[in-house]
């Protein structure tokens, strides 16, 4: 089953809007990542943010954790038609042995900016 | 360097027919894994490989079988494909141990299963 719920499902906005998605998970993690994928294409890494950060940011991109509430927010501010594409959270659990590393991934937001 | 390859691209399969996807990464990475994605759905598991030598199931691994052929290959079979297993395939490589890697994804490869 998806560890993750990203809402909302899909988001329109201008070009020069910020854009905020959230995702929330179920059990405790040892770090979340967030992801972009282009349409028809494979998906490239964004950011990562440990169970022990609060926030992070890189470039535009702001990203959030509150581990309290298991939730975590994507910020792209300033955005721009190219930043179109679905946006995927991944949890990354404490399980040790050979299980760790692996990503369960949300159901991902859909991103339109208009020109 | 050319990160994650896979291939084929594209392939139509008949039920019952069996083929192999082929993945490939050329950054050293110890760990590597299979996904599959199905429309307006993420990425689930099916297979992965912690290191060189061992394969684990992940959440999806019914129909399925893997093969870490070295350091550099994981392939994915399929032995008699179904219609429910029409999807888009992705591989990914993770560079070590520690949990705070990130993956590397492959461009995917787009089955249909008639």
């Known amino acids: 089953s998806q560890q993750g719920e990203e809402d909302p499902q899909a988001l329109s906005i201008q070009e020069g809007e910020n854009a905020t998605m959230n995702c929330s998970y179920k059990t405790s993690i040892n770090n979340l990542q967030w992801y972009r994928q282009n349409s028809g294409r494979g998906l490239v890494h964004l950011i990562l943010i440990r169970s022990n950060e609060r926030e992070k940011h890189s470039g535009r991109l702001r990203v959030t954790l509150d581990t309290s509430k298991k939730s975590s927010s994507l910020l792209i501010t300033a955005s721009r038609a190219a930043d179109t594409a679905s946006y995927f959270c991944a949890t990354v659990h404490n399980a040790g042995g050979t299980s760790y590393g692996k990503l369960t991934f949300g159901q991902g937001t859909i991103l339109t900016v208009h020109p | 360097n050319a990160g994650v390859t896979q291939t084929p691209k594209f392939q139509v399969l008949k039920t019952g027919q069996s083929m192999t996807l082929q993945c490939a990464q050329d950054?050293?990475?110890?760990?590597m894994y299979w996904y599959r994605q199905d429309p307006g759905m993420g990425l689930r598991l099916i297979y992965y490989?912690?290191?060189?030598?061992?394969?684990d199931k992940g959440e999806v691994p019914n129909g399925y079988n893997v093969s870490r052929l070295n350091k550099r290959e994981f392939s994915l079979r399929l032995e008699s494909a179904a219609p429910s297993q029409t999807s888009v395939y992705f591989c990914?490589?993770?560079?070590?141990?520690?949990?705070?890697?990130?993956?590397?994804f492959g461009p995917g490869t787009r089955l249909t299963v008639t």
């Open positions: 490989s912690a290191s060189e030598g061992t394969t």
């Open positions: 950054m050293n990475h110890n760990s």
């Open positions: 990914a490589s993770r560079q070590g141990q520690s949990l705070s890697y990130e993956q590397y």
